[in-house]
């Protein structure tokens, strides 16, 4: 089964917390860092390895 998620609880943006980049909920990793990472040639599953406190 296949459970649905908002992503707009998952990557938000506050004024005064990483400079109100986009980032992911309750972390101050930017989703510009996931996607450089990503970019660099990072599966999801290496990324989550660097970074375990992600799921």
Not at 8 to 36: D, F, Q, Y
């Amino acid at each position: 089964m296949t459970t649905t998620v908002d992503i707009g609880t998952l990557i938000v943006s506050t004024p005064g917390t990483c400079h109100s980049h986009p980032r992911l909920a309750k972390t101050r990793i930017t989703v510009e860092n996931i996607a450089i990472d990503f970019n660099a040639g990072l599966t999801p599953e290496k990324i989550i390895d660097e970074k375990p406190h992600l799921t």
